[in-house]
């Protein structure tokens, strides 16, 4: 059996737990090394099975929070030269082990497939963890879907999936237009119907459960990116994720 639970979901701060009754591992450590060891106790998972962190780029928050993480937990972090080379100095942790994008990394009892995605980072990554036959997917942070994430969705059984904004909302919204254009660009994030569009269109049948992973805060809301996703909802259950709780543990 397999748990899964967004510790964190959102620009504030990201981090996705992953783990079977022994092995467990971490996606992304965007917020502080107390809020990710109250939240999995809250939840009640163990900090104990942790093997290591996985970075999938260099954004604060995304990485913040990693090397004092990892320092505590003991654990190594997975990370590309490229996004360590752009990451800020005093945030980098002491313990990293290197990957090519596309490698498949083996971490305690699973194999964790990186492949490269599209977003306005040094080399960003997205990670897809198997074990046991189950696979779960960590699909944020993407400007819009390319090969790589259409050809590894359909592998997946649960899904953290980006739903980062609603169009209406972010063009009528208070930002800058320079920052409304970064958002809904190629390398910005992907919008409701953009991650909509895509699940509709690749998910497999064996898809259990999707959490709408990082919500904007200013453009978006969880009763709008619920809405955009309720014709899915008889084929597998969707679930929302939070950037101030972590969100209910699933098992798979």
Request: glycine share 6%.
């Amino acid at each position: 059996m397999l748990e899964i639970c967004a510790l964190a979901s959102g620009s504030n701060g990201n981090c996705y737990y992953i783990g079977n009754g022994s092995d467990a591992v971490l996606i992304d450590a965007g917020i502080s090394r107390r809020q990710v060891l109250e939240r999995m106790k809250e939840r009640g998972l163990d900090p104990g099975r942790i093997r290591a962190i996985l970075i999938s780029h260099e954004h604060a928050d995304h990485f913040r929070g990693v090397r004092v993480l990892s320092a505590k937990l003991d654990v190594p972090v997975y990370m590309t030269r490229k996004s360590l080379e752009k990451s800020w100095g005093p945030n980098r942790p002491a313990r990293i082990q290197f990957f090519e994008p596309g490698e498949v990394l083996e971490v305690g009892a699973f194999k964790i497939h990186s492949f490269l995605k599209l977003h306005d980072a040094a080399e960003p990554c997205s990670f897809r963890v198997e074990h046991a036959g189950k696979n779960v997917g960590v699909f944020t942070d993407i400007g819009e879907p390319c090969d790589n994430v259409r050809r590894e969705l359909p592998l997946c059984d649960a899904l953290f999936l980006e739903a980062n904004y609603d169009e209406d909302m972010l063009w009528s919204g208070p930002y800058p237009l320079h920052l409304k254009v970064r958002v809904a660009g190629d390398r910005g994030h992907l919008s409701n119907l953009q991650a909509f569009e895509l699940l509709q269109a690749h998910h497999h049948a064996n898809l259990q459960v999707v959490y709408l992973s990082h919500l904007s805060e200013e453009n978006n809301r969880p009763e709008v990116a619920a809405a955009a996703f309720a014709p899915l909802q008889e084929r597998f259950s969707v679930r929302l994720t939070n950037r101030y709780a972590a969100a209910e543990v699933f098992r798979l």
